[in-house]
């Protein structure tokens, strides 16, 4: 661990070009065109929705 020590400038360095490379990529994205072209979803589907008929509280 005594190299950390010695290069933590090193580490800082390549997680601040990490952190600019992000947003450099983030930047180029067109939410407007993306809104546009985006897919249509499938509609939802309530799975849960059954589970209310198995209820035996009344029958005794």
Sequence with gaps: MHWLAD????????LVGM???SVKALMKVDPKR?????PELPPHRDNN???DNEDDWGKK
């Design 49 to 51: 929705d059954k589970w």
């Design 19 to 21: 952190l600019i490379n």
């Design 34 to 38: 993306y809104l546009d072209n985006k």
């Design 7 to 14: 290069y933590w400038w090193v580490i800082l360095l390549i």
